[in-house]
T-cell receptor, first 110, second 117 residues
Framework: RKEVEQDPGPFNVPEGATVAFNCTYSNSASQSFFWYRQDCRKEPKLLMSVYSSGNEDGRFTAQLNRASQYISLLIRDSKLSDSATYLCVVKRSQGGKLIFGQGTELSVKP | GAVVSQHPSWVICKSGTSVKIECRSLDFQATTMFWYRQFPKQSLMLMATSNEGSKATYEQGVEKDKFLINHASLTLSTLTVTSAHPEDSSFYIC?????????????FGPGTRLTVL
């Protein structure tokens, strides 16, 4: 079993749609949680950190449930420019390594 | 924000040759650099962690004699793929962190696409 698992993609949605990505992690000692965005053939870029209380950044909302070891990302009012692969990332408490999920591909259509 | 560069951005080589990839932190000192590999449609997999002036720590399953890492200065780390074979074709990405960030934020380079014929 992978340490970080994400919804299989791709997600194809129309502009303006709301889309939710889910992620689970297996290591209960994981310390920090992030969502990264990766465009085709580019490096990943930090989208937002995820906090236990939940946090929002514009159209993006991230949630963390430590008891269920579950992380989510909600994108409202999808834009064409949101098309990318979204990576769920967990930082281990020991050594601080980042563990990346496989990613979920999002395609927003006009 | 902090900028990390990689060189080359892409490389094509013949099987059996060695390829060196450079990772530079341009506007900060990186005490730790990480090397990742990403195959198509797969996640980034950490290959090794290198600290300036010391030997790299390799992840399980990564051959240290094949993937040579040198982190001789606070702004430069190199990854050499020795005797490359077609199965080594992949997207290699480095990231850098300062001791102050304690790995909470890693700054990623743009990646190097390696194709071994």
């Amino acid at each position: 079993r992978k340490e970080v698992e994400q919804d299989p993609g791709p997600f194809n949605v129309p502009e303006g749609a709301t889309v939710a990505f889910n992620c689970t992690y297996s290591n209960s000692a994981s310390q920090s949680f992030f969502w990264y965005r990766q465009d085709c053939r580019k490096e990943p870029k930090l989208l937002m950190s995820v906090y236990s209380s939940g946090n929002e950044d514009g159209r993006f909302t991230a949630q963390l449930n430590r008891a269920s070891q579950y992380i989510s990302l909600l994108i409202r009012d999808s834009k064409l420019s949101d098309s990318a692969t979204y990576l769920c990332v967990v930082k281990r408490s020991q050594g601080g390594k980042l563990i990346f999920g496989q990613g979920t591909e999002l395609s927003v259509k006009p | 924000g902090a900028v990390v560069s990689q060189h080359p951005s892409w490389v094509i080589c013949k099987s059996g040759t060695s390829v060196k990839i450079e990772c530079r932190s341009l506007d900060f000192q990186a005490t730790t650099m990480f090397w990742y590999r990403q195959f198509p449609k797969q996640s980034l997999m950490l290959m090794a962690t290198s600290n300036e002036g010391s030997k790299a720590t390799y992840e399980q399953g990564v051959e240290k004699d094949k993937f040579l890492i040198n982190h001789a200065s606070l702004t430069l780390s190199t990854l050499t793929v020795t005797s490359a074979h077609p199965e080594d074709s992949s997207f290699y990405i480095c990231s850098a962190a300062t001791s102050a960030s304690s790995y909470n934020e890693q700054f990623f380079g743009p990646g190097t696409r390696l194709t071994v014929l």
